[in-house]
């Protein structure tokens, strides 16, 4: 669930919009027109907690109503109305009322499409369980619960968690497991299990494409059972957790934009036994890592992307130059070979990944879901 310690350690202002997020995204109207909603009581207390661990809260919504007014007079925290735009009045409060606060360091929550614009500017944006999907693909995460039902008491936890927190955010990667469906065999499946059960007990995220088998299927599920957290990213629509075995969906609205968003959230990429939708992820990588950094660095500019970590299985391909070439052909050079990783096993997989991040350790039968 938490996606990135770092920023929300550094929160120092909290942003809510309204309706959607204190409230559900339903409005209760009376025989006589009248409008009323539902708050939730844990959301008040959360913001009670929050703001006594040193962080001011404000609600900035595009509606005008007199019980935004009345709910947040209760909870004692600054409101603006009928905003349209809400960068501007963000921007225009923090040089007001508090002028030390960047906007990299501020949490903006929303729900819908009238909330990107500010949630484009501020470090940390988050989504409500049930926002809409435009909304889930921008925010740093999601939260588990619904706008209204706890969703503002789940962020404000977690930011106090995190600002309480010594873990250290660079030793959690996000981590694709990525390989075939129908065609996987009973060991490779076991393999990305048992991995992903590692890597999810460590806290780390195990991103897949989103199938109902193979080894999407396997990844998802070894996670989930050791306590981690696992995300399906799917264009596919229809697709539900039931479906991919994970615990949050991202959907896309084609395949290329799907593998593009695999790519470039992944810290380390695995793959394993896999056809030409393997492949085109390998070598989306593959070029990005060598040719495009690398001409990049060579004329002195920093590179697009963060440093990535690619491993292949051998049940993908051989651990041998001449094998890869007659395997993807002659343009598949030594400089590619160089910078990708080959393993046979679980424990070889995990050496790789914790040496990478430096935290190499000896690994016992209890890291392992046999």
């Known amino acids: 669930m938490i996606e990135n310690f770092e920023k929300l350690k550094k929160i120092k202002l909290l942003a809510l919009d309204f309706d959607g997020v204190l409230t559900p995204a339903k409005v209760i109207v009376s025989a006589n027109g009248e409008e009323s909603v539902v708050c939730s009581h844990r959301d008040g207390q959360g913001i009670e907690s929050i703001r006594k661990a040193g962080v001011p809260v404000v609600v900035i919504s595009g509606q005008r109503s007199l019980y935004v007014e009345k709910r947040c007079n209760k909870m004692g925290i600054d409101f603006f109305q009928n905003i349209k735009d809400k960068p501007a009045c963000l921007l225009a409060y923090l040089k007001e009322k508090h002028p030390s606060v960047a906007i990299e360091d501020v949490c903006f929550v929303g729900d819908d499409a009238s909330d990107l614009a500010v949630m484009n500017i501020v470090g940390a944006p988050i989504a409500v369980a049930d926002g809409t999907e435009e909304v889930k693909q921008r925010a740093l995460l999601v939260t588990n619960r619904n706008g209204g039902e706890g969703a503002v008491r789940e962020v404000c936890d977690i930011i106090i968690k995190a600002k309480s927190s010594d873990i250290d955010n660079h030793a959690f990667l996000k981590i694709l497991i990525t390989g075939t469906g129908e065609r996987a065999t009973e060991e490779v499946r076991m393999i990305a299990k048992n991995i992903a059960a590692v890597f999810g007990r460590n806290g780390d995220i195990i991103l897949t ?59 380390v990429a695995i793959f394993f036994q896999g056809g030409l939708g393997t492949a085109t992820k390998f070598f989306t990588l593959l070029h990005r890592l060598v040719h495009i950094n690398g001409e990049l660095m060579k004329k002195g500019f920093p590179s697009l992307q963060r440093p990535k970590l690619m491993i292949v299985h051998s049940s993908f391909a051989p651990n041998d130059l001449i094998k890869c070439q007659e395997l993807f052909g002659r343009n598949f050079k030594p400089e590619h070979f160089a910078a990708v990783h080959f393993a046979d096993t679980a424990e070889e997989i995990i050496k790789i990944v914790d040496g990478w991040r430096g935290k190499d350790k000896t690994l016992t039968p209890e890291d392992f879901l046999l």
């Open 209 to 267: 494409n989103g199938g109902p088998n193979g080894v999407p299927e396997a990844a998802a599920p070894g996670a989930n059972e050791a306590g981690g957290h696992s995300v399906a990213y799917t264009f596919m629509p229809g697709r539900t957790t039931e479906y991919t075995k994970t615990k949050e969906i991202k959907s896309f609205p084609d395949y290329e934009q799907r593998n593009a968003y695999l790519c470039s959230d992944s810290d």
